[in-house]
């Protein structure tokens, strides 16, 4: 079975790993190339845009790939569509692994907002100190509001996209776990976390310190994905596979 892995999760990284040296399988990797280091992969990898969904419908007929798998993160929301309407096209199995949201316990603190733009402005007026969590593609947002200090955390450097009198940069990857960021926001003074909801393990202990703290979280809300079949995470996918070689 031909099979195409749509990554930049890690979701992806371990059903390649799953199915690395099975014989039943051919498997690649995709990545879009965002990270100059990107996590080793027990699979072949290629990297880069396929051109929309016409480029991605056209790798798929000319690889000859028989099952797609969209790994992608809960905010890729280009890909995952174009991943939809390429497979359609071309006629291939489409499965989605749909990491679950976040939902707030007791004790959480969160504004939800829709989109970035939003989070920057449910931040106020009165200058804070904010840990920004969110990546390093969307801080641009925050330059709409330069009152308040900035501490932003990303895997790569954000170079000069948040221009703010405030701020302080750390490049670091996850996972980070909970006792970690409760020190981290402590030491830096944060007053309010911006996070997505990118659920899973990896990043929730930024969401367990804040609770422990008491600190307000402005969560932004996932955008929407392409209707299909689909599965929590890796294992689903393996299973599915498995059912159809
Ligand atoms: N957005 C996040 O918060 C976030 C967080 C962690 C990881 N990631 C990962 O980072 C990558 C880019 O995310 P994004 O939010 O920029 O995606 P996006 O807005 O949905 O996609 C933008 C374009 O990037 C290319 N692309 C995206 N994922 C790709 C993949 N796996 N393989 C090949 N090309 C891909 C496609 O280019 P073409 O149209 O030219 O094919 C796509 O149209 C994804 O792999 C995603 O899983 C994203």
Known sequence: MRLLILGGTTEATALARAVAGDEGFAVTL???????????????????????????????????IDRLIDATHPFAARISANAAEAARRVGVPLLAIRRPAWT?????????????????????????????TIGRQEVAAFAAAPQHTYVVRSIEPIGDTLPVPNLRTIEARGPFDAAAEAALMREAGIEVVVSKNAGGAATFGKILAARHLGLPVIMVRRPAKPDGPSVPDAEGALAWLRAEV
């Open 30 to 64: 995709s990545l879009a190339g965002r990270t100059r280091d990107p996590a080793a992969s027990p699979v072949p990898v290629r990297v880069g845009g396929f051109g929309g969904a016409d480029g991605l419908a056209r790798t798929l007929a000319a690889e000859r």
């Open 104 to 132: 707030p316990g007791e004790g959480d603190r969160w504004i939800e907002v829709a989109d970035m733009a939003a989070a920057a402005g449910a931040l106020g007026e009165r200058p804070r100190t904010v840990f920004l």
